[in-house]
């Protein structure tokens, strides 16, 4: 009698911890749930930019679409991948190099309004997407204390998330990332023969394969906090 009730304890207390496991590795998964897995289809998302035209998703296939994203206090930063992303792909109208402002927890008290025209008077080189409710951003987990790239090839596909300060260096090895994305395109211009920064900044030595592979030579940028 003794042995069926120490059995039955048991099964009850295993249960109990399975159970709790479960609900402790749901409400974790919810809180932060996995990144988005290269080649799925990326998240649908329709944000306006600062002069209220709408840039949806679903609408920008058939071109790859290159996504700047990290916190405001890092516009200066981004400034840098804005300008170049513009100036080699976004020039050739081959690409969209948009500029994503996770405006979720935007400082109390501040209208929307200000804030509108704090980005105008910025005056970012590309579109500013204005995500009040932080879509792209809780989609990917990103980490904004450090620029963020993201790429989407031509059918609406993830392809890579980087996240790296910048240096002309590091510039060149994202840049070989995107260009295979142009592949095939009749348009797409030559790549060049040195760093566009700087001639012969580039280092020959980086091992640069592709989209999804991994970059050693590539060094990562600081986490922040996730949103």
């Known amino acids: 009698?003794?042995?069926?009730?120490?059995?039955?304890?048991?099964?009850?207390?295993?249960?109990?911890?399975?159970?709790?496991?479960?609900?402790?590795?749901?409400?974790?998964?919810?809180?932060?749930?996995?990144?988005?897995?290269?080649?799925?289809?990326?998240?649908?998302?329709?944000?306006?930019?600062?002069?209220?035209?709408?840039?949806?998703?679903?609408?920008?296939?058939?071109?790859?679409?290159?996504?700047?994203?990290?916190?405001?206090?890092?516009?200066?930063?981004?400034?840098?991948?804005?300008?170049?992303?513009?100036?080699?792909?976004?020039?050739?109208?081959?690409?969209?190099?948009?500029?994503?402002?996770?405006?979720?927890?935007?400082?109390?008290?501040?209208?929307?309004?200000?804030?509108?025209?704090?980005?105008r008077a910025f005056g970012p080189p590309v579109p500013v997407l204005m995500d009040w409710h932080g879509v792209i951003g809780h989609a990917l987990?990103?980490?904004?204390?450090?620029?963020?790239?993201?790429a989407i090839d031509a059918y609406g596909r993830f392809v890579f998330h980087e996240m790296h300060t910048f240096t002309p260096e590091v510039y060149a090895g994202v840049s070989a990332l995107i260009r295979p994305l142009l592949v095939g395109n009749p348009e797409m211009p030559k790549p060049p023969t040195t760093n566009p920064i700087e001639p012969g900044m580039a280092d020959s030595s980086m091992n640069l394969q592709g989209p999804g592979m991994n970059f050693p030579s590539l060094k990562k940028g600081k986490k922040g906090d996730s949103n």
């Open 1 to 119: 009698m003794k042995r069926s009730r120490r059995w039955f304890f048991g099964l009850t207390l295993s249960v109990f911890f399975m159970l709790a496991g479960i609900a402790g590795v749901w409400a974790h998964h919810s809180q932060h749930p996995n990144k988005m897995i290269p080649g799925m289809p990326f998240i649908f998302f329709d944000l306006q930019d600062l002069n209220g035209q709408r840039w949806v998703s679903t609408y920008l296939q058939g071109k790859p679409v290159i996504i700047l994203t990290g916190h405001r206090y890092q516009k200066y930063e981004m400034l840098k991948w804005a300008d170049m992303l513009k100036r080699e792909f976004g020039d050739t109208r081959l690409v969209h190099v948009l500029w994503v402002q996770n405006l979720s927890k935007y400082p109390g008290g501040t209208s929307r309004r200000t804030i509108l025209e704090q980005w």
């Open 141 to 150: 987990r990103v980490n904004y204390g450090v620029p963020n790239i993201v």
